[in-house]
């Protein structure tokens, strides 16, 4: 069955800072695609990055990079250089399997202070 | 913006009622999901759709119901509203399948049960 874990409630972060978001997954299938969006306190969704399970780079774009380790199962979300409006809950997901399940974590509240 | 609508936006039912919330895209996308959303939880899978008429339980399905009849249209109904079934509901759609393509998201609709 496929899992997701983000183990951060919340975090704080000083603007200009990096910071890393943390996720974790379980799957038993081979092909998979790991996301992370961002919401907002207004709630729409915004997607961010994409990994693919057989992707051999890590995906940036722009501020985001994500830090794949297969072996470990992990997914971790970096923003560089913060910015008050990166405050927002942050949300890792996975897809995958024949009917192309798609699952969320329980998401992780980041606060950018100035 | 991608299309997809989500209707009704908000909605206040009494508890024993049922209720049918309805996701439309025009995007031609096979996969379709429905989520709740309730603080704590993240974003929980409720069920989701890979084609027409094809459809599968998420991890809380109980007391829901899908159908898709059409590529276009997904609904989720609540046979019988419980006040444990007050939160947002998110829709998305997705190309899936490893081609690097995100899942794009409704407004959400606030459901209240009274």
């Known amino acids: 069955a496929q899992k997701i874990t983000q183990t951060q409630p919340g975090m704080f972060v000083q603007e200009k800072e990096a910071v890393t978001l943390d996720c974790t997954y379980d799957t038993s299938d081979p092909s998979y695609g790991l996301f992370w969006y961002k919401q907002p306190s207004s709630g729409e969704m915004i997607f961010l990055i994409y990994?693919?399970?057989?992707?051999?780079q890590n995906a940036t774009e722009g501020r985001y990079s994500l830090n794949f380790q297969k072996a470990r199962k992990s997914a971790n979300l970096v923003i560089s250089a913060s910015q008050l409006g990166d405050s927002a809950m942050y949300f890792c997901?996975?897809?995958?399997?024949?009917?192309?399940?798609?699952?969320f974590g329980t998401g992780t509240l980041l606060a950018v202070q100035p | 913006d991608a299309g997809i609508t989500q209707s009704p936006r908000h909605k206040v039912t009494e508890t024993g009622t049922p209720v049918t919330l309805r996701c439309h895209q025009t995007e031609n996308h096979r996969y379709m999901y429905w989520y709740r959303q309730d603080p704590g939880h993240g974003l929980r899978l409720i069920h989701y759709s890979y084609g027409v008429k094809d459809t599968d339980k998420g991890e809380v399905s109980d007391g829901y119901s899908v159908s898709r009849s059409k590529t276009e249209d997904f609904l989720l109904t609540l046979e019988s509203a419980t006040s444990s079934q007050t939160s947002v509901y998110f829709c998305a759609i997705s190309d899936g399948g490893n081609m690097n393509t995100e899942a794009f998201f409704g407004q959400g609709t606030r459901l209240t049960v009274v």
């Open positions: 997901a996975m897809e995958g399997g024949a009917t192309n399940k798609l699952i």
């Open positions: 990994q693919g399970s057989y992707d051999q």
